[in-house]
Each structure stands twice: as C-alpha cells, then as structure tokens.
C-alpha cells in the first residue's frame, strides 16, 4: 500500500517510523511518504496560510500550495483516495479503516489553523474520491494527529502486517466478532497480584463457560462505558 501524507510539520509523523507500521515499511508492504507543504510555496517566507474571507479569528490555509502538492502526490496513485481530517468531517470508524485497507493507498492532507481552503476539497472531488473525516468530538490543533490514528488502524489490517489473523477478526468494531460490544477485562500471569486474584472461571479450561463469562463482561462493560453502542 501506498500511503502520502502532506503536512507543515514532517516530524510529527515520525512515531510512523516504529512499531507495527515500521516493520510493515521495512518488510516492503507499507511505501509511506511524508511530504513538506512549505516546499510547495514559491514566496520567501514559505507562506501558506492568510486572513479568512467575511472576516473571524485566526487563519486559513491558502489553496495554492495544496494545489501543487496535491498535483503532484496524487498523480503518482492509481485509484486515488483523498482523506481530509477535519473537525467537519464524518466519524472515522473501524468499516472505513477495514474499506482503505483494501485499496491500493491514499493521500492524508493534514491542516492545520482554521482548515484548508475548502476549494481544494471541491477541486479534487473531480479527480479522487474525497473524504472528509473527524476522529472524535474533541478539538485538535490540526490533522497530524488524526493522520497517525489512521495510518496506524488501516496498516494494521494489511495481509501479513498483524503476524495473529484472530487478533482482527476479534476487534470490538470488526464486523463478525462480538457484533457491537466493547471487550471485558484481560489477564496474564501471576494468577494473584498484589491481592487481586484472576477470575477461577478463566483457569477452569471449560471453553464453553469461559466463552459465556466473556460475552457478559463485554455485555456488562458496553452496558457501563458504551450504552451508545446498545441503542442500534
Ligand atoms: C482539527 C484537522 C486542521 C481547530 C478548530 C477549528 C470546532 C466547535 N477530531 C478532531 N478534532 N480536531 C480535528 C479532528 C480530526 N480529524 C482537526 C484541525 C484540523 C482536524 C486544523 N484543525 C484545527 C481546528 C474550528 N472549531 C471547530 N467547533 C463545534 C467545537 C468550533 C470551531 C477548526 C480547525
């Protein structure tokens, strides 16, 4: 998979580097570029925000830059995909992670300020599917840190990346595991900590009782942090 990110701060995606998406790059599955808006301006000051038509607080991104780097990005990607982080956008959610794995990439354009002029959603609406997302109802200082999230949960499902198949069939949020329900509490070794003992019924080797003791924790944990999801 091919995945281009443009932003004003190239550092901010350096964790993409390690872990999981690292090995996913280093083993050849995951080409992830990240790409300087500012070397795509011309002036001297590497200017890529002005004042806000019909006036308000703070910036908003010029267009032009967009333009050129979009131009350029884009051309190098078959079936192009250009997601918008945005505190606008639609939910991000497991079944679009699940839907972009499967393409062969995408293009995250990172704003930051006020947004990106919205010209350049409607432009390239012409030439790539466009979508604008939002990662959850709380306001960020830009769109770095929905990039990671969305780099990181989409790379995650790519074949071969996760070394444990049953690991995402079992997601909450993955459609045919525990359909709509947030997962109980976990344990490992020692079977007593600091006072606190691990549950009999999971050292009981009956699968069929550990399997109905799971699914009513995660009933009672949706249930207590999650009723949202019971509404459906
Ligand atoms: C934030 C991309 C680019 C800050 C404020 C405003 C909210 C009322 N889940 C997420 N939160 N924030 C972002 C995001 C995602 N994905 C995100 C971004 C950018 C993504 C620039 N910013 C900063 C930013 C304007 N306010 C939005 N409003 C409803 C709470 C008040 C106005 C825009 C952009």
């Not at 050129?68 to 192009?80: C, I, M, Q, W």
């Not at 839907?99 to 990439?105: D, I, N, Q, T, V």
Request: charged share 25%; aromatic share 6%; hydrophobic share 40%.
């Amino acid at each position: 998979m091919r995945i281009d990110v443009i932003t004003i701060f190239p550092d901010y995606l350096a964790p993409l580097g390690l872990s999981l998406v690292g090995k996913a790059r280093e083993q050849g599955m995951l080409d992830m570029r990240v790409h300087d808006l500012r070397d795509f301006t011309h002036d001297r000051h590497r200017t890529v925000d002005d004042e806000p038509y019909g006036g308000g607080p703070g910036m908003v991104m010029r267009p032009e830059p967009w333009g050129e780097a979009l131009d350029a990005v884009l051309t190098e990607h078959a079936d192009p995909l250009l997601v918008i982080p945005t505190p606008s956008g639609g939910p991000f959610t497991q079944s679009l992670a699940t839907a972009w794995a499967a393409r062969p990439g995408m293009v995250i354009a990172c704003g930051r300020y006020e947004g990106i002029d919205a010209r350049v959603a409607d432009h390239y609406a012409a030439q790539a599917e466009v979508v604008p997302v939002c990662l959850g109802d709380y306001v960020l200082a830009g769109g770095e840190v929905a990039a990671l999230a969305i780099v990181e949960a989409v790379t995650r499902l790519l074949p071969g990346v996760v070394g444990n198949e049953a690991s995402i069939a079992d997601d909450s949020f993955a459609p045919g595991s525990m359909e709509g329900l947030v997962e109980g509490p976990v344990y490992t070794r020692p079977p007593e900590w600091r006072g606190h003992a691990v549950p009999d019924v999971l050292l009981s080797g009956d699968h069929g009782r550990i399997a109905a003791w799971r699914r009513e924790q995660a009933e009672r944990r949706t249930r207590d942090m999650r009723p949202d999801l019971l509404e459906g």
